[in-house]
């Protein structure tokens, strides 16, 4: 078992939906909780960091982190089509420590 | 936001030669940098962990005398895969850990070895 689970999809949206992704963990020991957003053949692109459970809001992004559960999730609302990427979770045990990453979920957004 | 910078960008070469692939921190002082390997439609796998100044800490199933970590300064890391081999073929991805603890990952480094 993987210690970070994340859908592959690939998930399809009309333009101007709401993207949902999650990810779930299975090490209670990860506190720090990251979205990264990658386009192909591109380094990836750091969108929301957490390290509390509830939500953290940044512009169109949405991040909820529930540690009971272990279960992370990231919203995008009113998705454009440049939202379509991959989108990788990624977590640590301590701040800056290294990151164990999820295998990505690929979104494409449909004008 | 931070800036790092890979380089080259993509390369191919030979195989049995090595390569020499370079990762800066351009507007901040890095003394931890990571490397990544992501192979077509998969996640990003920590190789190492590279310190400013000391040996690198490589994962398990890393063959540390094949990737070769220098971390020779605070805004530089460079990862050299030696005697490389069509398997190597690879895109490879440093990051490095800002004094804020936030990770800037560089552009990548597509590696095709022939």
């Known amino acids: 078992q993987k210690e970070v689970e994340q859908d592959p999809g690939p998930l399809s949206v009309p333009e101007g939906a709401i993207v949902s992704l999650n990810c779930t963990y299975s090490n209670s020991a990860f506190q720090y909780f990251m979205w990264y957003r990658q386009y192909s053949r591109k380094g990836p692109e750091l969108l929301m960091y957490t390290y509390s459970s509830g939500n953290k809001e940044d512009g169109r992004f949405t991040a909820q982190v529930d540690k009971s559960s272990k279960y992370i999730s990231l919203f995008i609302r009113d998705s454009q089509p440049s939202d379509s990427a991959t989108y990788l979770c990624?977590?640590?045990?301590?701040?800056?420590?290294?990151?164990?990453f999820g295998g990505g979920t690929r979104v494409l957004v449909k004008p | 936001g931070a800036v790092v910078s890979q380089h080259p960008s993509w390369v191919i070469c030979k195989s049995g030669t090595s390569v020499k692939i370079e990762c800066r921190s351009l507007d901040f002082q890095a003394t931890t940098m990571f490397w990544y390997r992501q192979f077509p439609k998969q996640s990003l796998m920590l190789m190492a962990t590279s310190n400013e100044g000391s040996k690198a800490t490589y994962e398990q199933g890393v063959e540390k005398d094949k990737f070769l970590i220098n971390h020779a300064s605070l805004t530089l890391s460079t990862l050299t895969v030696t005697s490389a081999h069509p398997e190597d073929s690879s895109f490879y991805i440093c990051?490095?850990?800002?004094?804020?603890?936030?990770?800037?990952f560089g552009p990548g480094t597509r590696l095709t070895v022939t």
């Open positions: 990051s490095a850990r800002a004094p804020d603890y936030e990770q800037y």
């Open positions: 990624a977590m640590s045990v301590a701040a800056g420590n290294k990151l164990t």
